[in-house]
């Protein structure tokens, strides 16, 4: 089975999330990020108002750099420009619709390391900007930097909004129920030393909870350095340390969430998946009779669905195509693996915050279970994921690795799946397989690896 992105042959500047890449080279330089910024003002530029973009940033020390380079470029484009500070994404979609802005702008690369930086875009509903027009803003930044600017008297303004974060905190705190409490329960929270750092735990201790915080002190340079929900160590050591009810792990820029339970053991974002659609089913709010998730998720989640008599719908990978297919079919919850959970009733992408609430929300309901209990809802089958980095080409055209990727769907049969795809930020190759034998699942993605390796060289 292949799971290559959508159009990511024709974009070359745009990937599966936005633009990303290594800070100050590529396409992440000040000089690019302004004409980015400048090709995005002129699509965005609709009507004879004033524009007004929102533009919001996670810790990173780049973004000191790419902030000013784009608004710079939105005002030469004649686009009034508010600057947020340090935001979750979540937040910046929903301040995007909630200021009435034409464009909201997130400076972040989410889980990488602090070196890389990227550039993520809502439009004015909130949701990520489509496909076609991502390749339209290529287009123009090819015409060329200075078509299609303003005269000096249509300049933009540029200006800070001190309020921000206080907005979305009292967003946050609404999506939990009000006639439920966190009081009684203790939460260790890893921001990650990212953009949450400051709202995640106002929310979580305004709501009640007893809140042990990590991962709170950004310097420009450790964000998801050993910590957040790509290094989940920390959080589970520090649950069984101060013996939390649940540990709640956000990626730098708080989109995604990984929780632990009452043990420090991990639980996914599959497993979310299933616990919120259960509640939500339960409780008669469940559109659609199904969730959406990618080709990356569990199929014990999906045995798990069915024997509640719900369905499963799968996308490629990228939280985007998730939001389009639930726009689609009318479903309010999908996600993927990783955290990246969609709950359409509250908001238009991932937030990890929000999801947690609504785990949160389930404890509240009956503290007398453990997150053990209530989150560990099927067996999931033997998965195996390994990268593979590739200097040119399409190692997946080679014929000995073909070869290898047939081979492997005959072993795995019907009892199992095998999922290749390149990655939409790297230059790397991803072979997934799983099925309900480990050893099975081993020597198939040794062998596809294998041969991956050598068609790289």
Known sequence: MRGDDVNSAKREIFGTDGVRGLANAGAMTPANVLALGMAVGRVFRRGDH???????????LSGYMIEPA?????????MDVFLLGPLPTPAMAMLTRSLRADLGVMISASHNPYQDN???????????????TELEIERLMKEGPEVGLVPSGDLGKAQRMD????????FAKNTFPKRLSLEGIRIVLDCANGAGYKVSPTVLWELGADVIKIGVEPNG?????????????KMCEKVREYRADIGIALDGDADRVIICDEKGRVIDGDQIIATIAYAMNKNGRLKGGSVVTTIMSNMGLE???????????????GDRYVVEAMRERGMNVG??????????????????????????????????????????????????????????????????????????????????????????TEPLVRAMAEGKDLKVVRDVVDSIVAALKKASV
């Open 303 to 317: 045995e798990y669905l069915s024997k509640i008599d719900l369905g499963l719908e799968r996308t490629k990978v």
């Open 50 to 60: 004033r524009h007004r973009v929102v533009i919001g940033k996670d810790t990173r």
């Open 221 to 233: 340079t450790n964000i998801n350095q050993n910590c957040g929900s790509t290094a989940t160590k």
């Open 118 to 132: 990227g550039i993520k875009f809502f439009g004015p509903n909130g949701f990520k900007l489509s496909d076609e």
């Open 70 to 78: 784009l608004a710079a470029g939105f005002t030469a484009a004649g």
């Open 335 to 424: 996600g993927e693996q990783s955290g990246h959970i969609i709950l359409s009733d509250y908001a238009t992408t991932g937030d990890g915050l929000v999801t947690a609430l609504q785990v949160l929300a389930v404890l509240a309901e009956d503290k007398n279970q453990k997150v053990s209990d209530l989150c560990n809802r099927f067996d999931p089958y033997p998965q195996i994921l390994e990268s593979v980095r590739y200097s040119e080409g399409d190692p997946l055209e080679d014929k000995a690795v073909k070869q290898a990727i047939a081979d492997g769907e005959k072993t795995l049969g019907k009892e199992g799946r095998l999922v290749m795809r390149k990655s939409g």
């Open 163 to 170: 309020d921000a974060g206080a907005r979305y905190i009292e």
